[in-house]
Nanobody, 123 residues
Framework: QVQLVESGGGSVQAGGSLRLSCVAS????????MGWFRQAPGKEREFVAA????????YYADSVKGRFTISRDNAKNTVYLQMNSLKPGDTAVYYC????????????????WGQGTQVTVSS
């Protein structure tokens, strides 16, 4: 069982930055793929970024590539999402997720989810 708690959301103007954090419980954190997803009102939850534990690979949605960076600190059971050059289109609730599937870009690839943190970007 893994419990995830996100923090770091807030309101920012376009072009600004935010850093999201997700702290995981459980001693096997380092063996999970950690992902970030987001969901805007009226839209489906979409993949943002993921970090594997085995190879250290990083995956990004095209819409955030070059602006967002995912990182993880296994010693602290924490995964981060650094978001730079934010746009109004990035406004959404951001969710942290943990899983052991190779399907890192899909919601079905994750078994555990956090409660979400709101990110609002104004123009």
């Amino acid at each position: 069982q893994v419990q995830l708690v996100e923090s770091g959301g807030g309101s920012v103007q376009a072009g600004g930055s935010l850093r999201l954090s997700c702290v995981a419980s459980g001693r096997t954190f380092s063996t999970y793929v950690m992902g970030w997803f987001r969901q805007a009102p009226g839209k489906e939850r979409e993949f943002v970024a993921a970090a594997t534990w085995r190879s250290g690979s990083r995956y990004y949605a095209d819409s955030v590539k070059g602006r967002f960076t995912i990182s993880r600190d296994n010693a602290k059971n924490t995964v981060y999402l650094q978001m730079n050059s934010l746009k109004p289109g990035d406004t959404a609730v951001y969710y942290c997720a943990a899983g052991r599937s190779d399907y890192v870009r899909g919601v079905n690839g994750y078994d555990y989810w956090g409660q979400g943190t709101q990110v609002t970007v104004s123009s």
